[in-house]
């Protein structure tokens, strides 16, 4: 039997070991999963408030396994993708069946209709949003904006007539929350741009840093004793603000395309011809003085 050692050294290659930095991410991404499948069965089941809350700790899993990815170097393709199947599945299609077994199917049809249509729009809102990442045509500026609703966010929003059930407001009829559901995936399909502040730096002086963990603990700890006051205020204003993130991308495109219009007129500009040319003092002078009188 002969030894192959090229087949060898691939070998060792391929099984190669993978470094721990690269699946602390994955396996935060994993659990997201792991909430959102349990959202779907605690819906099945008629738990609502559980199955909500764990969209909720969801969307907290997805907001943070992307910067410590970033923090500890672990970015990797596998991550990539695997990141956007979760979002599908967290923020695509269980909000929608939550919503469908919680009123939607008193519709029947037309109200499975209407959660189909905020899964898919969650789809290709993620599938949009990856074929756009390098697109060389983008302004500096548009690195600060989403193309649409972001999914997350559009899995809180569209969850807000289930908090106010909640907090004891009576149910919509089914058709208005139908409306509902439709109105917030053709936001995440459309072409809106939502700030996002990706690319903003914020830095907080040292006199302030405790008062910002003072205030994150505050707000997480509403957020654990009235969780559906604060969701429900928090897609309230997240809706209203919309208008507010369209006026800023409008502001600085026109900036951006002012200043492309000064430097484009900057670059065409003729440059200053030369000065005419002008006769020396001694050939001027010869040019004016009288012939000489011939002998």
Sequence with gaps: MSFDPTSSELRRRRFRPIPVRLLVPNMITLLAICAGLTAIRLSTEGRMELAVGAIVFAAFLDGIDGRIARLIKGQSKFGAELDSLADFVNFGVAPGLILYFWQLHELRDGGWIAAMMYAISGGLR???FNASIDDPNKPPFAANFFTGVPAPAGAITVLLPVYLAFLGVPKPPALLTAFYTLLIAFLMVSRLPVFSGKTTRMRVSPELVLPVFASVV????????????????????????????WRMYRQQAAKHAAALGTA????????PSAAPFAPTAPAAEQEQRPPERLH
């Design 126 to 128: 993620l599938a949009r």
């Design 264 to 271: 484009a007129a900057a670059s065409q500009a003729p440059a």
């Design 218 to 245: 505050f707000f997480v700890a509403l957020l654990v004793v009235y969780p559906w006051q604060i969701l429900s205020a928090g897609s309230i204003l997240y809706i209203l603000g919309l208008p507010f993130g």
